[in-house]
Nanobody, 119 residues
Framework: QVQLVESGGGLVQAGGSLRLSCAAS????????MGWFRQAPGKQRELVAT???????DYADSVKGRFTISIDNAKNTVYLQMNSLKPEDTAVYYC?????????????WGQGTQVTVSS
């Protein structure tokens, strides 16, 4: 059984910062990539940022220059540092991991953490 546990969400004023963490645990053989997605009310889930185990990153245009994704491979943990937050960043943020578990490559999701940015 694999679990992704997110933490670090909350309420912050516009211009503020938050740091999200997501730790994966279980019978993990290897991790190809981890990332963050978000879903605002009434909208589709969208990619925020991804990072490979080798450190290659990709960001949504809307967060470039404000958010930074990083990974600790030894801990199977991914972080998202969010600076200069805007009200439009308000959403439930989901952690995602592409991992090999019991010989099978698959996608895994966390339960989500709420980020609310007030104006």
């Amino acid at each position: 059984q694999v679990q992704l546990v997110e933490s670090g969400g909350g309420l912050v004023q516009a211009g503020g910062s938050l740091r999200l963490s997501c730790a994966a645990s279980g019978n993990i053989f290897s991790t190809n990539a981890m990332g963050w997605f978000r879903q605002a009310p009434g909208k589709q889930r969208e990619l925020v940022a991804t990072i490979t185990s080798g450190g290659s990153t990709d960001y949504a245009d809307s967060v470039k220059g404000r958010f930074t994704i990083s990974i600790d491979n030894a801990k199977n943990t991914v972080y998202l540092q969010m600076n200069s937050l805007k009200p439009e960043d308000t959403a439930v943020y989901y952690c995602n991991a592409e991992m090999v578990v019991s010989g099978t490559l698959d996608d895994y999701w966390g339960q989500g953490t709420q980020v609310t940015v007030s104006s």
